[in-house]
């Protein structure tokens, strides 16, 4: 069985890793409340991610706390990570499920209603929603939808949903009031002089709503 809480989504850059690493990153903010652990990295290549994958695999082990590779589904299988995360334009999610089993998570990206309601959900597992805002961590990305068009998408699709795009601690209240189960978080947590605290600070204001 499947379990997974998108509450407190990080999605690890490795331009705003620096300070810290996203191996640092990733246990700080499992620390500080995390729930899921997203490797995004473009420019890696699948041997790259391959190296860091198994390095947060290794140092994540016993925590909990899945983790899901992006768009990469070779680098997700010689990881044995728990699951991939696919956008529009990447591997077909269908494809992606044969590929990795039944017991694996999948994620698939929806920026609008077409395809929120083309979502199979017998196989995936939860969609990300976005973005809210216009970010500069994912150059090229679709128009902003704000958190009206979040809470449309969120209503015309059956799946857990975790939101992205530009979100911070502030936008915590707006997001679950919009039916998402989570958000998504890159420069709020990655970057940040205290990633534990800075994940603390967000955990603290989702707890406060439940």
């Given amino acids: 069985m499947k379990s997974f ?4 989504y990080l999605v690890l850059d490795p331009d705003l890793c620096r300070t810290h690493s996203m ?14 652990v997203q490797l995004r990295d473009k420019r890696a290549g699948t041997e790259g991610l391959i190296r860091i994958g198994r390095e947060l695999m290794d140092t994540m082990a016993g925590t909990g706390v899945p983790l899901i590779v992006n768009d990469d589904i070779d680098a997700a299988i010689a990881i044995g990570a ?12 269908a494809a992606a499920r044969e590929r990795l089993g039944r017991d694996k998570i999948i994620g698939l990206s929806i920026e ?6 083309k979502v199979d959900p017998a196989i995936v597992d939860y969609v990300g ?3 809210v805002f216009a970010t500069e961590t994912k150059p090229g990305h679709k128009p902003a939808i704000g958190f009206d068009g979040l809470a449309h998408l969120v209503q015309i699709n059956d799946l857990p949903s975790v ?3 530009g979100l911070k601690k502030e936008h ?13 978080v890159v420069s709020a947590i ?8 800075a994940t603390r600070n967000i955990a603290d204001a989702i707890s406060a709503l439940k």
């Fill in 129 to 131: 929603i976005g973005p």
């Fill in 112 to 117: 609008d209603e077409t395809v929120a309601r």
């Fill in 82 to 93: 728990h699951g991939l995360h696919v956008g529009q334009d990447d591997l077909p999610s």
């Fill in 190 to 197: 990655c970057g940040q002089p205290d990633p534990e605290a």
């Fill in 5 to 8: 809480d998108l509450s407190l």
């Fill in 163 to 165: 939101a992205i795009g």
């Fill in 23 to 36: 191996v640092e990153t990733a246990m700080a903010a499992i620390a500080g409340g995390a729930t899921i």
């Fill in 172 to 184: 915590v209240a707006p997001v679950f009031h919009a039916g998402s189960n989570g958000l998504a």
